[in-house]
């Protein structure tokens, strides 16, 4: 990996990233016509995914391509150029307490999560901050305009990994990387990693988690002081 441009697509965990590693797997998916479709299995092939305790990398599959490794670990030294993806902090901790209690079994109070340690709203924020406050070369992408203008944002990915492509690929790729298709696929084939029984792919929608979370005053108040930290989060959000 010594002279390759190395990208790491990173977010807190249920933010988003899944979805957009699948945008550029089936990116780069057409340009290599390797598999008939883009799945919960071989994408860990073509961006293998980095864990914070990982100390070698797995080579990615099409290494004539620009290699891109996903991530949840917060910023360091070596992730110089970094497509971050940010969601509702409402939105994400709602969906994250659902994957915790679902997919490991952690059986977790709404509030627990808001508060832990680990899965929480502190994390998060920082987890962010990391990377916006350091890393060099950094394309920020919200869950939000995924939704709202995917073909835009996946081209914005495009042309920060440097990939000539055109737009019929852009556009096809979105629309298999749709949350519909990404359902459709999982039901299918299951998750090389998944939990019998727990779909990953809930439901892709936008304010649902704030509109839960804003219930309970005393949890909103407190993801609402801790994205202070933050500047964009609470530009964004607030």
Known sequence: MKNKKIFYLTSFPKSGNTWVNFTIANM???????????????????????????KEYKEPLFKELPWVFMTHAPYKADFENAV????????????????????????????????????GIRP????????I????????ITYENMHATP?????KIAEFLDLDINDLI??????????????KIEVKKGRKYGTPGFLFTRKG?????KQEIKKHKELDDYILKKIKKSPLLYLLYS
């Open 205 to 209: 929608k936008t304010g649902d988690g």
């Open 170 to 183: 852009i556009k096809t790729a979105v629309k298999k990387a749709s949350f519909k298709s990404m359902r």
């Open 84 to 119: 971050l993806v940010i969601r509702n902090p409402w939105d994400v901790l709602y969906s994250y307490y659902h994957y915790l209690n679902g997919e490991r079994r952690r059986n977790l109070s709404l509030p627990e999560v808001i508060k832990h340690e680990q899965h």
């Open 124 to 131: 998060l924020v920082e987890h962010n901050e990391s990377f």
């Open 151 to 155: 073909i835009k944002e996946a081209g």
């Open 28 to 54: 780069y998916n057409q340009l290599t016509g390797r598999f008939p479709e883009i799945d919960f299995h071989n994408i860990h092939d073509i961006n293998p995914e980095i864990r914070p305790k990982d």
């Open 133 to 140: 406050r350091n890393c060099g070369n950094l394309l920020i």
